[in-house]
């Protein structure tokens, strides 16, 4: 079974597996055999999001892996998120009790605000996950909720035992300063968008300076949102079909992936790739064995234009969070 370096999280002093699994787009029992298969590879980190409209399935792979005695509740770090939606401090505790439910565990090991971003309300019975689109087809419907609101909400639930660490995903650094300046429980991870193609040097620099640890999501770049055949993924060039990437990869006798993931762990990045197969899942953990170059590492961050895939704004009237 293979296994994760580590990134010691403050404030607590936990060690977080550096290499997570991914489960956004695995639907149905597609993500319940992907987290279980997962478990079993050696990955102790599963990262998802009420968003993500999974987390019951990938619940059911976490119970299965627990009743095969492949790993013990405590082995694996249960990662989930708040939904736009849910912002408001009444809404806050519904949010984090159902994707619990859902799990089908008694608390998140991290729980991050998924979008600086807060949405009308809407009823769980009205529709689950609610989505970015209040009537469910194509109004944006904004609620005003101060970020303060939603983390003190949240802090309630970390001193109630429900969650372990507090993170945010998407959010810039002159937000993540205002937070820092009244959050009781500081926030222990940030997840942005990081690739090749959107590196990301000084958000990654000022978390790391105020002891955030920074999670990479989409570290493939385009290749996720293909599938959603977003227009500036299909213009852009393949990560793996890079010359620069694929001429290191010959170099170290690796996968193009395997270098790419590599490039952001050397950065102290933790990254939750998806991964489809077995075959794939191994080949993600294994990229810690080989070592970049300094040169290596200087040529792959050269490719930075500051290209973002994930953004809001693109899609959602209003939503302008990186403007």
Known sequence: MLTSPTITLKPTGAEMPQIG???????????????????????????????YGNEKECGEGLKRAIEDGVVAREDVWVVSKLWNTFHRKEH???????SLSDWGVSYFDIYYVHFPISLAYVPPDTRYPPGWFFDGKSQVKHDPVPLRETWEALEELVDEGYIRHLGVSNMCSALLMDLLSYARHRPSVLQIEIHPYNAQPRAVQYAHEQGIAVTAYSSFGPLGFREL???KSLRTQPLFTHPVVTAIALAHQSTPAQVVLRWAT????????????????KENMQSTDIK???????????????LRFNDPADDFEGCHIFS
């Open 292 to 306: 970049l170059t300094e040169q290596e590492m200087s040529v792959i961050s050269g490719l930075n234009v500051g």
């Open 229 to 231: 055949n977003t227009p």
């Open 92 to 98: 806050v505790r519904e949010a984090v009790m159902r």
């Open 21 to 51: 699994f991914g489960t956004w787009k695995h639907y149905g029992a597609k993500a319940t055999e992907a987290v279980y298969t997962g478990l079993k590879v050696g990955y102790r980190l599963i990262d998802c999001a009420c968003d």
């Open 266 to 281: 050397q950065r102290r990045l933790a990254i939750i790739p998806k991964s489809d197969t077995e075959q794939q899942m």
